[in-house]
């Protein structure tokens, strides 16, 4: 055999280590040099999803992450691609995602001399992830990559960077060197269970508690803890209160559930158990007045050094898995006897109860409203009646001001890992990239993205994506014609006097039209009527559909995410 033949490219190195530690899925876009490992990539048969963006194609491998327990995988070029792809590496890093970043570089040769698409990966990559390297040579990258893929879900999950010089990509090495042998995938991350010590104050607290409640975050959503905290719950059903991505942990349809009475819960609680969650600006740092001054959180987290944050205490936190820590707690509490916890009669104290039926009850006046132009809540009950007919689990994606935070309460969730907003850092133009990755994982679930127009402006060539794919995602616009809200279509007349707000955006703008453009089912809808034909549609042919909703353009108001800190006090 000729040394030719015996010669491996670097690109097929880079593929085969990828099918060696079992990846599905990769996202990004090619260009020179990564193009050459894309191709090898699909030759062995890993599904390349080519983006028009690189910032939603990390998007959407950070998304892919929390969806699987494993790294999201994004390919991109060097240079301009990695710029645009650390807005995924940021959003990776700041919601704990497990993500692993590749992108080809200059020749080895050509540093410091201008080389095409020159820049330091490695270093400006560092500050952002838990680990940046570049391989010494071909034959170190299967090592290189099986420690990035493992660095990214081993402990507190994030993203990793591994840099891919363009001549280690379209060299070569004989094919009986080390750099072709078989590396093993890493298997399940360590699980680490609790101090005996802290579980039981931790039991102690909660027995003692007046008016316990249980906080449960994407964490444990993430940890895929479900089935522990059920169980759990079964036994204490304690009062809880799901965040954004942590609904459906545990079902949204018990009558434990707090979300509609969320100021009262938060402001009554005494102890609280936080699952998985970080006492940031979503739960208001765990300060008065949203929460009782003298409250005791016990924080689970698998992170001792978020312990003790804020308002949280270091001394009653456990560090731990949450499977585990939650199985520690519930043993506990069942040798010592105990059964429900605080009032010790299943239900939600009297007091929240209260608030909970008067929020729920004026949720449904205002979704039974049919005006025309629409609003916010009729449009969400028309989608949500809808989608229930059919028998698929649904994946709900919301981004956006007013469309995501509306949403939150709009859709009741019973499964976990069902719900995909803006999580941590409110980032705007996750969501076509996140819809796709949804679909990626699971092509039997029903995907419907809801999108501000303004959100939806960010990633919009990305239905492209999504038709060339094939994978099927319902993306409502909900068109207000402005960035949280719109403004009177009079103002579009006499500009020159009287100049539009910076929130504004185009006035009705065609989304549907774009969405046709690529080959999507279009939905342009004004009342309720034409919603339900178009859901109902786009529900039973099975493609990619944009309706794009008119609705109300919307009054002047603080402009806030809905769970932004407030002095306002919570009314019981």
């Excluded at 040099?33 to 699909?42: H, K, R, S, W």
């Excluded at 201008?114 to 500050?127: N, S, W």
């Excluded at 891919?164 to 379209?170: E, G, H, R, S, V």
């Excluded at 020159?496 to 707000?501: A, R």
């Amino acid at each position: 055999m000729s040394d030719k033949q015996q010669q491996v490219s670097g690109s097929l190195v880079i593929a085969e280590a990828l099918v060696q530690l079992g990846i599905k899925h990769v996202f990004g876009i090619v260009g020179i040099p990564v193009i050459e490992v894309a191709n090898a990539l699909i030759a062995r048969g890993i599904k390349f999803i080519s983006f028009r963006n690189e910032q939603a194609a990390a998007y959407a491998a950070s998304i892919y992450g929390y969806l699987t327990g494993l790294p999201g995988v994004c390919l991109v070029v060097g240079g301009p691609g990695v710029l645009h792809a650390i807005a995924g590496v940021g959003n990776a890093s700041a919601n704990h995602l497990p993500f692993l970043l590749l992108a080809g570089s200059s020749e080895t040769h050509q540093v410091e001399k201008g080389a095409f698409q020159e820049l330091d990966q490695v270093a400006y990559l560092a500050p952002h992830t838990k680990l940046s390297v570049r391989p010494a040579s071909i034959e170190a990258i299967p090592t290189l990559l099986e420690k990035a893929y493992r660095t990214a879900y081993f402990g507190r999950p994030g993203p990793t960077y591994v840099d891919l010089p363009a001549d280690f990509i379209q060299g070569s090495v004989a094919a009986a060197t080390s750099a072709v042998r078989k590396i093993a995938p890493p298997g399940p991350a360590p699980r680490a269970a609790a101090d005996p010590a802290r579980i039981a104050q931790a039991v102690a607290l909660l027995r003692e508690a007046e008016s316990p409640l249980l906080i449960i975050g994407k964490g444990a959503a993430y940890a895929q803890a479900e089935g522990a905290i059920r169980s759990f719950q079964e036994t204490v059903q304690l009062p809880f209160l799901p965040t954004p991505m942590g609904k459906g942990v545990l079902p949204d349809d018990s009558p434990l559930n707090t979300s509609a009475a969320r100021s009262a819960a938060l402001k009554s609680a005494d102890v609280i158990l936080l699952l998985g969650a970080r006492l940031n600006w979503i739960l208001h740092y765990g300060e008065a007045p949203k929460f009782r001054p003298d409250v005791k959180i016990i924080q689970v987290d698998v992170a001792a050094e978020e312990l003790g944050n804020n308002a949280g205490s270091a001394p009653l936190g456990i560090v731990g898995d949450i499977n585990l820590v939650v199985a520690q707690l519930h043993d506990a509490l069942v040798q010592l006897g105990s059964g429900t916890l605080g009032n010790g009669s299943g239900k939600l104290p009297a007091a929240i109860e209260a608030v909970k039926e008067r929020n729920t009850q004026k949720a449904r006046v205002v979704e039974n409203n049919n005006v025309v132009p629409l609003k916010y809540q009729s449009v969400y009950r028309v989608i949500r009646e809808v989608l229930a007919r059919q028998p698929r689990k649904v994946v709900y994606v919301s981004e956006g001001a007013n469309t995501m935070d509306i949403s939150r309460s709009a859709f009741p969730l019973n499964e976990p890992r069902t719900r995909l907003d803006a999580g941590t850092n409110a980032t705007m133009g996750v969501g076509l990239g996140y819809a796709i990755a949804a679909k990626a994982v699971d092509p039997a679930s029903l995907v419907v993205a809801i999108e501000g127009d303004s959100a939806f402006g960010f990633s919009l060539a990305e239905v492209d994506t999504a038709v060339r794919h094939h994978l099927p995602i319902i993306f409502f616009v909900i068109n207000n014609s402005g960035v949280y809200h719109g403004v009177d279509p009079a103002r579009y007349e006499n500009q020159e006097q009287n100049p539009l707000p910076a929130t504004a955006l185009a006035l009705d703008t065609k989304y549907h039209l774009l969405g046709e453009s690529f080959g999507a089912l279009g939905y342009e809808v004004r009342d309720l009527q034409q919603l339900e034909a178009a859901v109902t549609d786009a529900v039973k042919k099975d493609q990619v559909a944009v309706i794009n909703v008119i609705i109300e353009s919307g009054k002047d108001k603080k402009l806030e995410f809905g769970w932004m800190a407030s002095t306002k006090k919570a009314k019981l």
